[in-house]
């Protein structure tokens, strides 16, 4: 049972450089999350999708692009990374939404823009 | 406006000893509450959850108790163990919109 994968586990970009962050799981959950992890400021929601081919902004979606083409991948991307995103990014899956359903978290992204 | 806190950013306890980790919300509103556990290099990890027509869920050698009078919410650990190391999330959910609290890191004294 592999549940929820992130990858890559690390990453070093550059200012201006696009990358992507790729998650996939294999619970057939609906819905699907990516969160930052800074210190300081805890979890926040960056998008969000409740199915495929339907995604929503969360509380800090500047910068960021997502897409959802099938139910079992979530990818992430930054058009043009900056300082400010260096962080810890985490992938979330749920059945339901995340204000009445356990959220189920991968391990994490740890990206750094020099 | 909505917040989620803890009472202490760190607690210490010795091994078998139970843990108690507190949360306070400000949300009256809010229906639906989850703790995490979080190691080290790890992504959070569901622990339990429960709904705010309970006080009182068990788990395996966790609690969770809910008083919605004073908006706290509680994670007991029993006999704690070292693998229970880690950093303890609290979670409220309502209009539809969750918010994390910024987490108690649990250490265990051998």
């Known amino acids: 049972d592999a549940g929820i994968t992130q990858s890559p586990r690390y990453k070093i970009t550059e200012t201006g450089r696009q990358v992507t962050l790729m998650c996939h799981q294999t619970?057939?959950?609906?819905?699907m999350f990516w969160y930052r992890q800074d210190l300081g400021h805890g979890l926040r929601l960056i998008y969000y999708?409740?199915?495929?081919?339907?995604?929503d902004k969360g509380e800090v979606p500047d910068g960021y692009v997502v897409s959802r083409s099938k139910t079992e991948n979530f990818p992430l991307t930054l058009e043009s990374a900056t300082r400010s995103q260096t962080s810890v990014y985490f992938c979330?899956?749920?059945?339901?939404?995340?204000?009445?359903?356990?959220?189920?978290f991968g391990n994490g992204t740890r990206l750094t823009v020099t | 406006g909505e917040s989620v806190g803890l009472h202490l950013p760190t607690l210490s306890v010795q091994e078998g000893d139970n843990s108690i980790i507190n949360c306070a919300y400000s949300?009256?509103?809010?229906?639906?509450f989850i703790w995490y556990k979080q190691e080290s290099g790890k992504g959070p990890q569901f622990i339990i959850d429960?709904?705010?027509?309970?006080d009182k869920r068990q788990g395996q050698r966790v609690t969770v108790l809910l008083n919605k009078t004073v908006k706290h919410l509680s994670l007991q650990i029993a006999a704690t163990q070292p693998g229970d190391s880690a950093v303890y999330f609290c979670?409220?959910?309502?209009?539809?919109?969750?918010?994390f609290g910024q987490g108690t890191r649990l250490t265990i004294n051998p």
């Open positions: 979330a899956s749920s059945r339901g939404a995340s204000y009445n359903s356990p959220l189920h």
């Open positions: 619970w057939s959950h609906s819905y």
């Open positions: 999708s409740a199915a495929a081919d339907i995604t």
């Open positions: 949300n009256s509103a809010s229906d639906y």
């Open positions: 429960i709904r705010s027509n309970m």
């Open positions: 979670a409220e959910g309502g209009a539809q919109k969750l918010v």
